[in-house]
């Protein structure tokens, strides 16, 4: 049964180990009603409701395990002598019975929304209640909704479903909603041999007014997109576990584009199947992954959970992690599936394009700053790409060089929060090598850099809690006027960072950029979500094109620097635990010298539904 957990003093919070703390659960605006059957077909994505396991903690918090219900007609109880700092007093009362919708005082928290992965990658405002969460044993890398432990947020549901832990479920307290029996489904008495089962459904609708700067010549444009897929986590005792996900997706639209390739239009094919094995040696929790799985263990201006194209990124290798009290590494060798076939369950292992690397992660200990309660993280890692397919621009308007290309990327990235100030600072510096394909020219070494950072502040007495700051990304270009056998300086940023972190239309990539510009969040609402942000921008180099990726170039070849401005926001509302609406507007603003080069001002409007189970 749910429970709702109060605070009860007004003490700053102590960082003693054995301290507990629970947020005030989060109100509902309003529930919403399906039609029976269509509901149904729809609730194959819609999402279930929680405590975490036992070893779970938010922040650096410690696990509060249920406690015996108090009388029905009780009020929560304080001390009548404060506690200390170091202990706080918590008294759960009864919360109201929860079924197939919400309590009105469970919702899950906005950041565990997918799409937003990693902006703002800020910390929550308070300790949440563990009733909230579904994280694994990764203490103090649960930090963020689970980010810093490397597997994707991780919330009332997760990115990446296999990370999420319903396994507490065996005590039936902890049951609040109808789909909980899809949660947790034993198979003894003990309850460790149990299948989780989960699902989703995604729809996605676009206006491009002039998409790509006008480079599609779609103009307007109406797209749409649907995806939706079906998880198993069979858990066999605490060691070993097996997952898989099937996946399909479809598009469609009017005057669209942009559908070429396997990850808009899949038929019905297996996204994900590994084996996990775990266990505990040199007092650290061990792991290890084989299979096809998802991988989001990246700053989230590298890589992101997949927002536009119905299907996300997908691999195939081995990866091993290790977990200590404040250190964690993690180690991964990485194919890219081949998602272009056109018939079912015929996606392959791809050779074309690898990842490869080693990502580690510090805490520094928690501390306070200005009465709040502060967690660092230090990350250091190095990533290696291989993409057999791409390009690099020639002064010719529209013209490029095919080739391949291998990348080194080592980096550093600390981020956190300390009192009120809410931060992430990265720097990468890449090399490698560019292959002319056929033997068309010389080998071009490669030496560039990316630097990107956001500053905010958070208000947390102010109404809708706002956080607001700066963001600043430097992002070097190549030369085009350079020889063909000199070394080229384009920073190269392949798998789809997040749309949340830059750019909402994903016109501007990672790429030959340098941008500035405020950033804003606010809740209005404790269901509900306001990002709004303003980036300026302009190229490194003038020598090098605009990207709206790193691997293909657009034709325009512009003289000025400054690109666009570009406002933007995104209103998030959860109306239930199972259903989440948005939508995203933008508007860009192309310089002069764009516009001269042939490029096109216009808006970029997305709404979305998520149904999740």
Not at 276 to 284: M, P, Q, T
């Amino acid at each position: 049964m749910a429970r709702k957990a109060r605070l009860l003093s007004s003490s700053p919070p102590s960082p003693s180990r054995s301290s507990v703390f629970w947020c005030r659960s989060q109100p509902a605006v309003c529930h919403a009603i399906l039609a029976a059957p269509v509901a149904m077909a729809c609730l194959l994505g819609t999402a279930a409701h929680a405590e975490t396991a036992p070893n779970a903690a938010h922040l650096n918090y410690p696990h509060t395990p249920p406690q015996q219900e108090a009388p029905a007609a009780a009020a929560p109880r304080v001390n009548p002598t404060p506690p200390s700092p170091a202990v706080v007093t918590v008294e759960q009362p009864p919360a109201a019975k929860s079924g197939f919708w919400n309590s009105m005082r469970l919702l899950p928290p906005l950041t565990s929304r997918p799409e937003a992965y990693g902006q703002p990658q800020t910390l929550e405002l308070n300790p949440l209640p563990t009733s909230l969460l579904h994280q694994g044993p990764w203490g103090v890398f649960n930090a963020n909704t689970g980010a810093a432990a490397g597997f994707g947020t991780v919330g009332y549901y997760a990115v990446s479903r296999w990370a999420e832990d319903w396994s507490n479920l065996k005590d039936k307290r902890n049951r609040i909603d109808a789909m909980d029996a899809l949660k947790y489904i034993p198979f003894n008495d003990k309850g460790d041999y149990y299948l989780s089962l989960s699902g989703n459904f995604r729809q996605h609708n676009f206006y491009d007014q002039r998409a790509g700067f006008g480079s599609t010549k779609k103009s307007p444009a109406y797209r749409n997109n649907f995806r939706w897929n079906l998880g198993a986590d069979l858990h066999l005792g605490e060691h070993v576990r097996l997952y898989g996900e099937l996946m399909s997706g479809q598009a469609g639209g009017i005057n669209y584009y942009g559908y070429a390739g396997g990850r808009w239009r899949s038929k019905l094919d297996a996204q994900q199947a590994f084996v996990e094995v775990r266990g505990h040696a040199l007092g650290a929790t061990m792991g290890g992954m084989v299979g096809r799985m998802t991988f989001l263990d990246a700053p989230p201006y590298v890589t992101a959970g997949s927002v536009y194209p119905s299907i996300p990124y997908s691999w195939n290798g081995l990866r091993g992690y290790a977990f200590w009290k404040n250190f964690r590494i993690d180690g991964f060798y990485l194919t890219l599936t081949d998602t272009s076939p056109r018939i079912a369950f015929h996606n392959e292992v791809g050779w074309d394009t690898r990842l490869f690397g080693l990502y580690t992660s510090y805490a520094v200990p928690k501390f306070t700053f200005l009465n709040r309660n502060s967690q660092i993280f230090v990350d250091t890692f190095y990533l290696g790409y291989i993409l057999s397919r791409t390009s690099l621009p020639t002064l010719a308007a529209n013209t490029s060089v095919a080739g391949s290309t291998h990348r080194d990327t080592p980096g550093m990235r600390v981020w956190g929060n300390a009192g009120p100030l809410e931060f992430s600072v990265g720097a990468m510096w890449q090399g490698g090598t560019f292959n002319p394909a056929n033997n068309a020219g010389p080998s071009r070494p490669v030496s560039a850099y990316a630097i990107d950072a956001t500053l905010s502040w958070r208000f947390a007495k102010w109404p809708g809690h706002p956080a607001i700051g700066i963001q600043v990304d430097d992002v070097s270009g190549g030369n085009m006027n350079k020889s063909k056998s000199s070394s080229w300086g384009g920073f190269l940023s392949p798998f789809v960072p997040s749309a949340y972190y830059l750019d909402l239309s994903t016109y501007i990539g990672q790429s030959n950029i340098i941008d500035v510009g405020p950033i804003a969040t606010v809740s209005p609402t404790p269901n509900t979500t306001l990002l709004m942000k303003v980036p300026a921008i302009w190229r490194n180099s003038r020598s090098d094109a605009v990207y709206p990726n790193g691997v293909n170039p657009y034709g325009f070849r512009p003289r000025g620097s400054y690109t666009a401005t570009m406002p933007q926001a995104s209103f998030t509302w959860r109306a239930t635990r199972h259903i989440t609406l948005s939508i995203d507007g933008e508007y860009i603003f192309a310089s002069k010298t764009m516009i001269k080069a042939g490029a096109s001002s216009g808006a970029f409007v997305q709404s979305n539904l998520e149904l999740t189970f």
